[in-house]
């Protein structure tokens, strides 16, 4: 039986008996893995306090085949202050979620890991409002895989967009329209500001590191997050529950 270690994020777990667990991690070299987490619910596997949503933690695994059994798994960084806010918390679940689906099996994805441990942090020290923290890492995710939308100037016809002040976003095609070319357009259409689409160019211009570095009218803040939102679940294809789970305790709130 071979041994590796790995740093990753778990982004789902699932009961797999009275004592053990199936975990997904999110691993720096081995993109998403699959392991078993034997005796995890067990007071006495201290080696596996880091085998944990929201930790990031260096794992012992070991391998036979296609399998793994996590031997240990050690604390590097802790983003577990999101448990203390419910909206934070069902925020953090989409997030995770959100890797669980774009993540690679056996594909190393460290844009993707970097992005949400960042997202995660700022969410841990409260840093942004999860309104806007949600819609920048959808919009850069889109970013990082490959579905960068066209927001820098009309898709169409390429005119600029310095000077006017309502947009139109083609959701479907990934653009944004001006005014003229709109008429032309058939559905999926959702009409926006310019600082939306500042906004958005903002995000896609930025690297990793700074991409929460911008701040947002809170007037403008519902329609930003509708446009990032709804263009990121078109492109992908995925709606998960967890989403709707966030909704409806931002609802309640």
């Excluded at 399998?67 to 802790?78: F, P, Q």
């Amino acid at each position: 039986m071979d041994y590796i270690t790995v740093k990753g994020l778990i982004v789902k777990e699932t009961d797999f008996n009275e004592a053990d667990k199936m975990l997904t991690i999110m691993t720096d070299s081995c993109g998403l893995i699959h392991a078993k987490a034997s005796g995890i619910k067990s007071l006495k596997r201290k080696e596996l306090s880091g085998a944990k949503p929201f930790l990031y933690s260096e794992f012992t695994l070991a391998q036979k085949g296609e399998y793994y059994n996590v031997r240990e798994a050690n604390i590097l960084h802790s983003f577990l202050e999101i448990k203390n806010d419910l909206i934070h918390l069902a925020l953090g679940f989409y997030i995770l979620d959100i890797v669980n689906n774009i993540g690679m099996e056996n594909q190393p994805n460290t844009a993707l890991l970097r992005l949400t441990l960042n997202t995660l942090f700022a969410l841990n020290h409260s840093k942004k409002s999860p309104q806007l923290v949600k819609a920048a890492y959808e919009m850069k995710v889109a970013d990082i895989e490959g579905f960068t939308p066209h927001t820098f100037e009309c898709m169409e016809c390429g005119n600029e967009l310095d000077t006017a002040s309502v947009c139109y976003f083609n959701i479907l095609d990934g653009g944004i329209l001006c005014n003229d070319c709109c008429r032309a357009a058939e559905r999926n259409i959702l009409k926006i500001s310019k600082t939306t689409v500042d906004a958005m160019n903002f995000i896609l211009d930025s690297d990793i590191k700074n991409f929460l570095s911008f701040q947002l009218d809170e007037r403008i803040l519902p329609e930003f997050s509708a446009a990032c939102e709804r263009y990121f679940l078109t492109q992908s294809d995925f709606h998960p529950k967890t989403l709707d789970y966030y909704k409806k305790v931002m609802l309640a709130d």
